[in-house]
């Protein structure tokens, strides 16, 4: 039985840093790999490069301790953890594999016989096994789990990352782990690994796609939710009601449990992960499918209450034009809290009203310190800074919903104001 001395995690962004503190802070010693030459040499240093409340007083622990150090070079290890974006392609939305079949060949090189390689990355439906292929493609010289079965030397598994952000370094531990090996031993090794740390459950799948179909059915599940509760904003909309006291007085109701509508879904998981399942099965996916076109239209739904709004300021003030009108946007991040962008619908909307509005945009986002690409002449201003003549409500902050409304034309997309 190999035991776990050292371990490599490939990719140290949103799942993968946290991941290798947590093995790091059991006092295993493990070696984050990062093409990020930036995110490298800050971890060196004890510091993090993403947001997420915890994560930096670890990382400065176990890097000081010596337990965990980052480079852009894959070395031997007796378990590899894979945690590179699978993005999709195109307006197919297809899986883009490209980053797993990158992560693959850098680990090819250095695996050893009784070696682990764990898939983390949210993935389609197959994605374990075309990884154990380009593993078996570059190293013919071992034996994989897909030729050899539980007798092979490289054992290959996948188990979805399944945490909040903003609470990952809690539910790393706490939360169940679903596990599907390609074997029964494959299974076994990584249920062994993860019980360093986890107290949850570690539940094995009976093959690696089911635990992948686990995590984008769990991810589905939150995206047709959300989709009832945007369609209901748009219903309400059209009959001159207010949404929230509709959805406050539904979920009074004892088996009710309505969510709350927003700009539209973001995030790498539930904008992304229906995808998954309707390119898997396109003729089987109706309500999926559907749930995912009416989140991705929500974004420009709430850009025309935005543009209705600065047409009512112009008309309460006769002599402005709109390059005189003053935009506020409050929220970039695609869920409250965090700095993560990735998929966010606030961002998509800003970076919409900021190309078509003649007059100043304010951004106010306290959780980043300079504005991405796209926002053009946007200045990036404290929400307590901002005097506006309209203001759009994106994301719901903490330091937002503790503040009171502002004068002007509001936009509310998250009921702070409402």
Known sequence: MIEFKKISVIGLGYIGLPTAAMFASRKVEVVGVDVNQRAVDMINRGKVHIVEPDLDLVVRAVVTQGYLRATTVCEPAEAFLIAVPTPFTGDNHDPDLSYIEAAARLVAPVLEPGNLVILESTSPVGATEALAGWLAGARPDLSFPQTAGDASDIRVAHCPERVLPGKVMQELITNDRVIGGMTAACSAAAARLYRTFVTGECVIASGPRVAEMAKLTENSFRDVNIAFANELSLICDALGMDVWELIRLANRHPRVSILQPGPGVGGHCIAVDPWFIVSSAPDQTRLIR????????????????????????????????????????????????????????????????????????????????????????????????????????LVDHKPFKSSPPPAGQIVDARGVWG
Request: proline share 8%; aromatic share 2%.
């Open 290 to 393: 559907t749930a995912r076109e009416v989140n991705d239209s929500k974004p420009e739904w709430v850009i025309e209450k935005v543009r209705a709004a600065i047409g009512a300021h112009l008309m309460e003030n006769p002599g402005k034009t709109a390059a005189d009108v003053t935009l506020a946007i409050y929220g970039l991040a695609f869920k409250p809290d965090i700095d993560d962008l990735r998929e966010s619908p606030a961002l998509e909307i800003a970076q919409a009203l900021v190309a078509a509005h003649a007059g100043p945009v304010l951004v106010a986002e306290p959780n980043i310190e300079s504005l991405p690409p796209g926002l053009g002449t946007a200045r990036l201003v404290a929400h307590e800074e901002i005097r506006a003549d309209v203001h759009a409500m």
